[in-house]
């Protein structure tokens, strides 16, 4: 039995030290060097890469080294009827609370204003708005999108969120659906985007919609650079309908050196690390998908590949 790992741009060596401390019989291949083709059970998987998953006949489970499967959904030549796995890795939990709650206190406790007051020496007292009267609207209430609307409910923030079917969180104003989309969007001061990449959201963040929330609002996008339209909010932050972006994911990653987000005032750039994997976590969840798998009990965090998460 064995396991081909074809990650782009990820450096190999601590996640096999990790996953075989976590079964010790499990073989190894790093794409493309596999001698036995026909043994090969299980594919770790991350990035854009035009690998062949067609060599491997035996393939039992697509595993995502990522919360995302876009990667996975939108290979040319993935073989059909084989089980794609999300990765339910606690750490990415974690990350992504710590990345929202930082990005926004700073908008709602305007740090962006008194960063530019420094760099003009300006001693101005800005106002303070309470948090029970500042709304964050959370698109996606998965199991990233929930954790962060949790934790803003705890320190007090009005929180409303939004999904595909209907949902029920405490003290979080639950929307669905498109119908419930303009709803959403015209209360969410702060708006979240954690959804997955899919047909139904790519793009989501467009000019039509923003122009739905409220004017000055703040912009979060830690999901895919898919989501938003780059143009579209270069513009409105132009307008000053959206006050300040904070983005983790762009839709060329690598972001280019020219490309105008990396030095707007209003943008924060960070490089796709809203929310990393923890190797040990990590691989203990992957363990566990291979000891399932192998043992032919249900898997956990399959994706349903029509609906795209
Ligand atoms: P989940 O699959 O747990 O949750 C997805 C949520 O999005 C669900 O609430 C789902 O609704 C909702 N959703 C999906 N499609 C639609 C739609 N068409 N309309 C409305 N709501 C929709 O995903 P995670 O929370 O684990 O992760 C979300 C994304 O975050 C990942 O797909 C990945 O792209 C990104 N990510 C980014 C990281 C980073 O470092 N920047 C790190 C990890 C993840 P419902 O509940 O009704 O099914
Ligand atoms: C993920 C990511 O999907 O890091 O886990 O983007």
């Known amino acids: ?12 060596e601590p996640w096999v030290k990790a996953i075989k401390a976590e079964i010790p019989d499990l073989t190894i291949h790093l794409w493309p060097d596999v001698d036995n083709p026909e043994k090969v059970e299980f594919a770790l998987l991350w990035g854009k890469w035009d690998a062949n998953l067609n060599r491997f006949p035996e393939l039992s489970a697509l595993l995502s080294l990522g919360a995302g499967v876009d990667h996975i959904l939108t290979l040319e030549n993935r073989p059909p009827n084989i089980p794609i796995i999300r990765l339910g890795d ?6 992504m609370v710590e990345y929202v709650l930082y990005n926004v206190l700073k908008f709602h ?38 954790a962060c609307a949790k934790t803003l409910v705890g ?17 979080v104003g639950c929307f ?13 001061e702060i708006v979240v985007c954690l959804l997955p990449l899919t047909n139904e959201t790519r793009g989501i963040l467009n000019t039509t919609n923003m122009q739905k929330l409220p004017a000055g609002a703040f912009i979060i996008n830690a ?16 307008s000053e309908h959206i006050a300040g972006a904070a983005l983790d994911v762009f839709e060329t990653e690598p972001l280019p050196a020219n490309n105008p987000l990396w030095s707007h005032s209003k943008v924060t750039v960070t490089p796709h690390v809203a929310a990393l994997v923890d190797f040990d976590s990590a691989a203990t969840v992957i ?21 795209g998460y």
């Open 1 to 12: 039995m064995s396991l081909i790992f074809a990650c782009v741009d990820i450096p190999p």
């Open 90 to 95: 606690p750490a990415l939990r974690t990350g």
């Open 109 to 146: 406790r305007r740090f962006p204003e008194y960063e530019e007051q420094q760099e003009k020496s300006l001693w101005i007292e800005r106002s303070q708005t309470m948090p029970y009267k500042r709304t964050v609207g959370i698109m996606g209430l998965g199991s990233l999108g929930s």
């Open 155 to 171: 320190l007090g923030f009005d929180v409303i969120g939004w999904s595909r079917r209907k949902k029920t969180i405490n003290k």
């Open 176 to 188: 669905y659906g498109e119908q419930g989309l303009g709803l959403f969007l015209a209360r969410s």
């Open 223 to 238: 999901a895919r650079g898919g989501h938003l339209i780059e143009g579209d909010l270069l513009a409105l932050l132009e």
């Open 287 to 307: 363990a566990e998908t291979i000891r399932r798998s192998r043992e032919g009990r249900p898997l956990l965090n399959v994706v349903d590949p029509v609906r």
